[in-house]
């Protein structure tokens, strides 16, 4: 039973997996693809936690020149400089950085004392000494190297982009590369006359400087993770421009740029331009107004090959990205999560990943309806379950060690656990209670425009619902696999049900959780019970209005990962393992009018027989005359064609014989 019920819910699962592929694949699929297809090796660098981080970057002023990368041999060498600002928030006479060796070279830096540049760290010698809350800007000129590293793109079709997430930034300027530090970031790029280049911020200046080479210098107003600091530029580039109006100033209009490339699907590129206003108005409503100067996407060309990156209004997509609005919505639904609010460390990577997910399942809700929202989030529990690499979802070790992106962002348990455990921890809270923990954890001053811990946001839902959810966290969040239910249930002729909930967990570890209990019965309407069970092996007795006809157990799929099986028993004994004897126990009930039921156990394979007899020794009725398996059993007898009087029922199993009284009263 327990094969055919776990066959079933995979059957189910992937039913709605494949309604899912009239859209296209998920927006969480495509945005882990490139990680899933092999590219970790670009990317499997430590982060050196040796080093400590005395200072704050404030601001990133870049200056490149890129005007040969567009022709010619398409070198992937450039030259540029990069004015950091930070505070001292320790005495400083010196400051380290990252910068890939493979990639950068260091030409000169002012102010400095002098510099070394080894192991992908740059370390500066300051000037003079530096107390904290000093604050002190330094100048480094660099170029890149005509190398391929992952980060930095050069195309043969006139296109230069770059794709930093995690540890890319690094490969193509100098800087402090962890997602907590947070700065501006100001940047200009010289590029020939025919090309468009779009960045993070705003557009301050778009000019010609010649006849052949133009300046863009784009500016953030609001602080970004250097691994979200993006170029995304082309030899005649298309561009659209739509406008979304703030639903507290409608004066105010933010413009949502769209890059494309000829060749791009022109109905896909329209549906996410009609969509996105309506986009932003809905995770505005559940997270707070849009919170950026602009936005905008990007098609790359064919070496982006993965679904989308995120990067702070300027998100990239894969050719032809536009046709799929599962990975637009979860793309945007970063510029909330990952964008404005950052993982704090790698360790924290799912409250990126996990809520865009999640968000992904709500605009389908939005869009279509609650079944299409519930239906997407039942396929995450299916791909999660099918390949669950037993891992948990928050990894502090990975704070300190950065682990190759395809476990960084392997699909199953960043992405797909990570929203399955916020759709959870919904039907834990309700609806009202849990978007509105959300939403003050979005708006939240001590995390927007900042960077958040998991620990950040449990304290700040356990403060939000006036809760202690931390057993919740503590074990889908902080503890690997998902919980293995089996459930024994007891329905009896008295009104009554008995179930057992157990789980059989390789690793010892027990799941408590409210589970909603339903009872099916003879007469009457359905009855659910909703119980918290907290211990294994955990028992719980109903008295119904009926007599029940069956049982559901989590019928609404609220515990969305698990597994389930459910093993109906004919006793409390045969639930609680108790070794079966031969018995006979006293019908109940006794007097009765006009059935009573008789229960009775066998401890091997027998024929039974039960025969009632009338004071007189005369057989009147045999309800039971066959083989049966060793067990316990309930059978009912019904007098109402006997009249009123004392009876006897004998139980008969192979040499194994008993006979007790009973009174029918009519």
Request: hydrophobic content about 35%; charged content about 15%.
């Amino acid at each position: 039973m327990k094969n055919i019920l776990l066959l079933s819910i995979f059957i189910s699962a992937f039913s709605l997996a494949q309604t899912k592929q009239i859209e296209g694949k998920s927006g969480a699929e495509l945005c882990s693809e490139k990680r899933r297809l092999g590219s970790a090796s670009l990317f499997k660098i430590s982060s050196p936690s040796t080093i400590p981080h005395s200072f704050d970057v404030l601001h990133y002023s870049l200056n490149l020149n890129l005007y040969q990368n567009y022709g010619g041999s398409f070198p992937k060498s450039f030259s540029g400089n990069v004015t950091i600002t930070f505070r001292a928030d320790s005495t400083l006479n010196s400051i380290q950085l990252n910068a890939n060796n493979t990639s950068l070279g260091i030409d000169s830096i002012s102010p400095a004392a002098g510099f070394s540049h080894a192991n992908n760290i740059l370390t500066v010698s300051l000037d003079k000494t530096y107390i904290p809350g000093d604050t002190l800007s330094i100048t480094i000129y660099y170029h890149h190297n005509n190398v391929t590293d992952g980060a930095f793109y050069v195309g043969t079709d006139g296109m230069v982009f770059t794709d930093c997430e995690p540890e890319g930034a690094r490969k193509w300027f100098p800087c402090w590369d962890k997602p907590s530090d947070k700065a501006t970031v100001e940047l200009k790029a010289t590029v020939p006359k025919a090309v468009r280049l779009g960045s993070n911020g705003s557009l301050l200046l778009d000019s010609l400087i010649n006849d052949s080479t133009r300046v863009f210098h784009w500016k953030s107003r609001d602080p970004i993770a250097t691994y979200l600091v993006v170029i995304s530029s082309k030899v005649n580039y298309n561009l659209d421009i739509v406008y979304w109006h703030t639903p507290s100033n409608l004066n105010d209009s933010i413009p949502i740029y769209f890059y494309w490339n000829p060749g791009d699907d022109v109905k896909g590129l329209g549906n996410i331009k009609s969509k996105i206003i309506p986009m932003t108005d809905f995770y505005s409503s559940l997270f707070g107004e849009h919170p950026f100067e602009k936005n905008g996407f990007a098609t790359m060309n064919s070496s982006f090959t993965w679904g989308g990156m995120e990067n702070q209004t300027l998100t990239s997509l894969m050719p032809n990205g536009y046709s799929n609005e599962n990975l637009v919505s979860h793309e945007f639904a970063h510029q909330w999560f990952g964008d404005m609010i950052t993982c704090d460390t790698w360790g924290d990577i799912w409250l990126n990943e996990g809520f865009a997910t999640y968000c992904e399942a709500l605009w389908l809700g939005q869009s279509y309806g609650y079944d299409h929202y519930k239906q997407d989030i039942e396929n995450d529990a299916f791909l999660y379950l099918l390949s669950n690499p037993g891992i948990p979802i928050y990894n502090p070790s990975w704070a300190s060690s950065t682990p190759p992106t395809d476990i960084l962002f392997n699909g199953p348990t960043t992405y797909y656990k990570g929203a399955c455990v916020l759709h959870m921890l919904r039907s834990v809270l309700g609806d009202s209670v849990f978007f509105h923990a959300i939403h003050d954890y979005a708006a939240s001053n001590k995390f927007k425009f900042g960077s958040a811990s998991t620990e950040d946001f449990i304290q700040q839902i356990n403060q939000a619902t006036g809760q202690d959810l931390t057993w919740f966290f503590d074990q889908w969040v902080k503890k690997p696999n998902h919980p293995n239910y089996v459930v024994e249930y007891l329905l009896s002729n008295d009104s009554s049900a008995t179930i057992k909930i157990s789980q059989s967990n390789a690793n010892g570890m027990y799941w408590k959780m409210p589970i909603k209990l339903s009872f099916m019965l003879e007469d009457g309407p359905d009855t659910v019970f909703t119980i918290m069970n907290t211990v294994n092996n955990e028992q719980f007795h109903f008295t119904l209005s009926s007599i029940p006809t069956s049982f559901g157990f989590d019928q609404q799929n609220d515990i969305v990962l698990k597994t389930l099986s459910l093993k109906k028993v004919t006793s409390v004994e045969m639930m609680n393992g108790v070794p079966l004897q031969f018995s006979v126990e006293q019908n109940y009930p006794n007097p009765f009018n006009p059935t009573t039921t008789i229960r009775y156990s066998i401890d091997t394979e027998e024929f039974v027989t039960i025969d009632v007899y009338d004071v007189l020794g005369k057989k009147v009725a045999q309800p039971v005359n066959q083989k049966e398996s060793a067990g316990v059993y309930t059978v009912q007898f019904n007098g109402s064609a006997v009249p009123s009087g004392i009876y006897f029922y004998r139980v008969t199993a192979g040499s194994s014989s008993a006979t007790k009284r009973m009174v029918l009263l009519k």
